[in-house]
């Protein structure tokens, strides 16, 4: 999708990190935004701040684990501005509580309800209204390096997750193309981002340190170049919107180290050896 202005956009999360920054970089393009996130004093000062900056979006504040609040951000959505071009399903919690050692079960039930449900209710939400249009648009779901790069096995409900996005996504994409629609879909797989997935942003430098220690060569980079993009993955039709050699030199300014991608290529590599020659998970646990 190539022609962006005067379309209307809808970003779950967006309030903060990812999700603010991709309502920034759309908003810039001329679309309008429909803002979403559960914390609403939050989404309120970044909407003002926004359209202070003369962009034009919308917040609604929205809990997307529950199916009835993501059918309201549709009606509002479509009632405000009569069509949706671009649904990006952002919304995420880390779920570093969500064990598998633990008799706890209210963080799994957190975990999958915004990171998992919340896929599954937006597309249930708008995705007719989408198709009743029968316009040209959009469906991204944010994933993780943790739904494509082996498992990040310390955090199992995260991990999880993450994985299950990509798989509802690929069959949302068998789908449509089966039906012969107009309608895209989308994954982002954001490298380590400065987001507040574990709380503050700054902690994310933290976890930098953490997985180089365990020989994951990843670097932490801001939410705006993640933006940018999710915005080239909407105007090229990328399906797989992950940072490559070339995003990396054209996007992130070189950010990240060749042996980012090297150990990349190794795990995803090393979770289709292991099923072909009947191995196990250690060569793609992280």
């Known amino acids: 999708m190539r022609e962006l202005a005067g379309k209307t956009a809808v970003i779950t999360g967006a309030a903060s990190g990812i999700g603010l920054a991709t309502v920034r970089a759309l908003g810039r393009e001329g679309m309008n935004v429909v803002m979403a996130d559960v914390d609403a004093e939050r989404l309120r000062a970044a909407a003002d701040a926004c359209l202070a900056d003369g962009l034009a979006v919308h917040p609604v504040p929205a809990d997307v684990s529950d199916f009835g609040a993501v059918r309201q951000l549709a009606d509002v959505s479509y009632d405000t501005f009569g069509a949706v071009h671009v649904l990006h399903l952002n919304a995420g919690v880390g779920g570093g509580t969500a064990s598998l050692l633990d008799q706890d079960t209210s963080s799994w039930h957190h975990v999958v309800g915004v990171n998992l449900l919340g896929v599954v209710w937006g597309i249930k939400a708008f995705l007719p209204r989408m198709k009743q249009a029968a316009q040209e648009a959009v469906i991204l779901a944010t994933s993780s390096g943790a739904g494509a790069e082996g498992t990040s096995y310390r955090s199992p409900g995260y991990a999880a997750t993450k994985l299950a996005v990509v798989s ?3 069959s949302l994409y068998g789908s449509l193309r089966d039906e012969g629609s107009p309608i895209r879909v989308g ?22 340190q953490f997985l180089q220690s365990q020989g994951v060569p990843a670097v932490v980079v801001e939410p ?13 039709d990328r399906f797989f919107i992950r940072l490559g050699t070339e995003e990396n030199k054209r996007i992130f300014n070189g950010s990240q180290p060749p042996e980012y991608f090297e150990w990349s290529e190794r795990v995803i590599r090393g979770r289709a050896e292991a099923q072909l020659t009947d191995g196990t998970p250690d060569r793609y646990l992280w």
């Open 168 to 170: 509802v996504m690929e």
């Open 187 to 208: 994954i982002a797989f954001p490298p380590l981002t400065a987001t507040r997935l574990s709380g503050d942003p700054a902690t994310m430098k933290f976890v930098e």
């Open 224 to 236: 705006e170049p993640v933006a940018e993009m999710i915005l080239d993955g909407i105007k090229r």
